[in-house]
């Protein structure tokens, strides 16, 4: 197998981890889904977990959630070891976990909701990331209205509502269509870089972890492991247009591919 040489294998200079991943080992039953796992996420800036599916990616993310015990090791968010779920990250599932029985609204304010907030607080909160995620208008309409993206939607504008510094995105896009997943794509990055919060992406798209992220960490699987850290750098901050033309953009997609082909059966 051909390995990839990082790009550039530091985290930049001046970022700090938001969350540390160290140590982490995962057996289920006769399983092993992540064997002495590390991995630092920096503070405003947005991770990819890319690998193949059943290299543990969603593991690693429950894990973090707090909603999964590790066999071994340990996550730290900002310096504080996580013992279970907590109002610091949110989980933005795979299959959307939305309210059927309400509306748009109801479900981006539904996080702040169960935390207390007052009515007119939490609808203004939730009317500004409703904004954000691009469904003003949809206010109204209850989930069963709306296409796969829009739930998708509406589930980061409930994470981002509660103001957690950690997002947990678990495959957002792969329900959606090819252009409603790049739409979304662009969306991200703007978020990225408005909210300045730590989002950890898991995708199994090459070419959607080289377009939004700042870091792409490249996972084998049997048991899973991280093989490479990437970092894109000369299209980050650059019109979204361009970067899919862009040389170091498919430069990093082509040596990404050379790495996982071996692992496609
Ligand atoms: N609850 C579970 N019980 C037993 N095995 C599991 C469970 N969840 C996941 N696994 C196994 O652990 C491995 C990693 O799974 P997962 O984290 O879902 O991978 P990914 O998200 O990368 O597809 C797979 O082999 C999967 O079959
Ligand atoms: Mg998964």
Redesign the pocket.
């Known amino acids: 197998m051909s390995q990839i040489k990082p790009v550039v294998p530091e985290p930049a200079a001046g970022t700090s981890s938001a969350v540390s991943v160290r140590g982490v080992s995962k057996t289920?039953?006769d399983?092993e889904?992540l064997r002495n796992m590390s991995l630092e996420f920096p503070r405003g800036e947005l991770t990819s977990l890319l690998?193949p599916?059943?290299?543990?990616?969603?593991?690693l993310l429950k894990i973090i959630a707090g909603l999964l015990e590790p066999s071994a090791g340990e996550v730290e968010v900002d310096g504080r070891k996580v013992t279970g779920p907590g109002p610091d990250r949110a989980f933005v599932f795979q299959d959307f976990a939305l309210l059927p029985w309400a509306n748009v609204l109801r479900n981006v304010a539904f996080g702040l909701e169960l935390r207390g907030v007052a009515r007119s607080e939490r609808e203004s909160i939730a009317e500004r990331y409703i904004s954000q995620v691009g469904l003003s208008g949809f206010e109204k309409k209850y989930p069963h209205q709306l296409s796969g993206g829009m739930r998708q939607r509406v589930g980061l504008a409930r994470a981002l509502s509660v103001d957690a510094q950690v997002l947990l995105l678990d495959e957002p896009f792969s329900a959606v269509d090819e252009q409603t997943r790049r739409k979304f794509q662009e969306d991200l990055l703007a978020l990225v870089r408005h909210e300045r919060k730590t989002f950890i992406f898991?995708t199994h798209s090459i070419e959607e972890a080289v377009y939004v992220s700042d870091q792409v960490a490249i996972l084998l699987p049997r048991p899973s492991r991280v093989s490479e850290i990437i970092r894109p750098s000369s299209f980050r901050g650059k019109n979204v247009d361009n970067i899919r033309r862009d040389p170091e953009y498919l430069d990093i997609v082509d040596r990404i591919w050379a790495s996982l082909r071996s692992y496609v059966e």
């Open positions: 289920y039953q399983v889904a690998g599916s059943g290299c543990g990616k969603t593991t898991v």
